[in-house]
């Protein structure tokens, strides 16, 4: 099966730690992202790449950092800098171009105790 | 600057009705616009996109939705409701490609309720 698969489906993080979300996709999509839902807010972008080894800042990055050294996986880590981390986070990833759709995994559902 | 507007929070329908809902963006330029689905605690699914051509775009699960350039609307719709429906709608827009990233920028979302 084609798809995106984001992993752990829960994840507990104490205070003060780092915790790296996993995000593999075998659609042979170049472009990758990482979004963060809150409820009520909608999705915000975190990062994203649009090829291998090349990744940007979105709207809301501070706190969060990625790598993109293979084209199937974009792995986010969600550090200590972080204040807030508590949320659900989506990774998605898409043909090159405007006009293509999304595709989403299944969220990574952070939460700090 | 970029926005999408959902403006009901939620939408209840009862099961066989049609149901609409609403979306408006503010953008400069043709924009490409898109409508997923969430279910709880799940990813987004794609549902439909407006590109170009016909206002009248059909999608996935019986959905359709209409472009109006005048009104900067793309309201989803379904002719009869189902309870398999209730779910959690955002609407997208996008502008197209000119050389570089373009930002995709979501509404906050519409839970739709459907009742038996």
């Known amino acids: 099966d084609g798809g995106i698969t984001q992993s752990p489906k829960y994840l507990f993080r104490k205070e003060g730690q780092n915790v790296t979300l996993s995000c593999e996709q075998n659609?042979?999509?170049?472009?990758m992202y990482w979004y963060r839902q809150d409820p009520g807010q909608g999705l915000r972008l975190i990062y994203y790449?649009?090829?291998?080894?090349?990744?940007q800042k979105g709207d809301i990055a501070e706190g969060y950092s990625v790598s993109r050294e293979k084209k199937e996986s974009f792995p986010l880590t969600v550090t200590s800098a972080q204040k807030n981390p508590t949320a659900f986070y989506l990774c998605?990833?898409?043909?090159?171009?405007?006009?293509?759709?999304?595709?989403f995994g299944q969220g990574t559902r952070l939460t700090v105790v | 600057a970029q926005s999408v507007a959902q403006p009901e929070d939620q939408v209840n329908v009862a099961e066989g009705n049609p149901l609409t809902v609403k979306c408006t963006y503010s953008?400069?330029?043709?924009?490409?616009l898109f409508w997923y689905v969430q279910y709880p605690n799940r990813g987004l699914q794609f549902l439909l996109k407006?590109?170009?051509?016909?206002?009248l775009v059909k999608g996935s699960y019986g959905f359709e939705a209409e472009f109006n350039k005048s009104q900067t609307s793309f309201h989803l719709k379904k002719p009869s409701a189902l309870v398999s429906d209730s779910a959690l709608y955002f609407c997208?827009?996008?502008?197209?490609?000119?050389?570089?990233?373009?930002?995709?920028?979501f509404g906050t979302g519409t839970k739709l309720q459907v009742i038996p």
């Open positions: 998605a990833s898409s043909r090159r171009g405007s006009n293509t759709e999304a595709f």
């Open positions: 659609l042979n999509h170049d472009a």
């Open positions: 790449s649009q090829i291998v080894n090349d990744f």
């Open positions: 953008v400069s330029g043709n924009p490409y």
């Open positions: 407006y590109i170009t051509g016909d206002n």
């Open positions: 997208a827009v996008r502008l197209p490609n000119s050389g570089g990233y373009q930002k995709v920028t």
